[in-house]
Structure formats: structure tokens, C-alpha cells
């Protein structure tokens, strides 16, 4: 783990990551959909995309999830990130908070990194990150993620298979 660490430090300090801070809402099942938990900072912010975000999932199976490195792609001529979030509940389930950079977010493709700590890792599937959108121009722009690498708590390296709330996002300007 204390390589892990090591390794996620570095990768912070590479990609000059921050995090953002939301309050968790423990009134939200882990495995209800986050179109229910809008909320109207949401809708004040990002009134053009539709969906407004995407949730990042990471299904590990009987793996247990230490740490994990994805890249969100998405077209920048149509959207920009405003904000990649935490999750909004907490669960055995969710992560802590994602890192990225914010300089990113109008280049059509983030880094998504983050470490959980401790000895043993959540196992299944794990909401990652809730991923808010703005419009740059009026179209669609299809959305993937991609796994860079995905490590259990021992800092050996595991496979998991990631998805996304949607894949398509339609902004008008």
C-alpha cells in the first residue's frame, strides 16, 4: 500500500491535480440512479447538456479496487467538464474523491485518478466519479472512459470493467 501511495502522490503532482468537495447525501441508495439526486446547483450551472452529467462506474467483480487511473474522452468542440464530483453517497461502494486536472476539462480528454486507503478494497461495483458537462458549441458529443490502470490495495495490478451512466451527451449553446 505504502507504494500505492507513493505512486498516486506522483501522479497528483504530475497532473497537477485538485479535488472538489460536495456534501455526501446518505439518503441515496447505492444503487439508485443519480437522475433522482439532481440537485439545483446543478440545474443553475449546466442547464444546457442533457444528461447534465455522467457517472463513472468501475464494476471490479471479486476484485478489490486500491487504486485506478481512467481518461474520460468527449468531443471539446461541443462540451467542456465544469466539475468532476465525488459521489453523492456513501456506501461500501463509493471512493474517495476523484482527482483531476482542471486545465483539462476543455481538451476532450481528463485524467481521472484516486487511491482508497486501507488494507482491503471495496469489491462489485463502485461509483467513481459524477461528472458535470457545459455546452461549448449546439451538437452531440459522444462520451467513453477508458481504463489506464487499476490496482488492489497490495499495489498489484487487477482488471474491472468500467461504464458510464451515458455516452452521449446533446448541449445547446
Request: charge should be negative; hydrophobic fraction near 40%; proline fraction near 8%.
Amino acid at each position: 500500500m505504502k507504494k500505492l501511495a507513493i505512486l498516486m502522490i506522483i501522479l497528483a503532482a504530475i497532473y497537477g491535480c485538485s479535488s472538489s468537495a460536495i456534501q455526501f447525501r446518505e439518503d441515496v441508495p447505492a444503487d439508485e440512479s443519480l437522475s433522482d439526486a439532481k440537485t439545483m446547483e446543478e440545474e443553475k450551472i449546466i442547464p444546457a447538456v442533457t444528461p447534465r452529467y455522467v457517472d463513472i462506474w468501475l464494476d471490479m467483480g471479486e476484485n478489490e479496487l486500491g487504486a485506478y487511473h481512467l481518461i474520460l474522452h468527449y468531443n471539446e468542440k461541443v462540451v467542456s467538464i465544469h466539475e468532476v464530483l465525488p459521489s453523492p453517497y456513501t456506501s461500501p461502494g463509493s471512493t474517495t474523491s476523484p482527482l483531476s486536472k482542471p486545465e483539462a476539462y476543455t481538451t476532450g480528454m481528463t485524467a481521472i485518478v484516486g487511491l482508497i486507503p486501507g488494507r482491503q478494497g471495496p469489491k462489485g461495483r463502485i461509483h467513481i466519479a459524477h461528472v458535470l458537462f457545459t455546452p461549448v458549441e449546439t451538437g452531440k458529443s459522444a462520451v467513453s472512459v477508458s481504463i489506464k490502470s487499476l490496482y488492489d490495495p497490495q499495489s498489484k495490478p487487477v482488471t474491472g470493467v468500467v461504464e458510464l451512466s451515458s455516452t452521449e451527451l446533446d448541449a445547446k449553446k
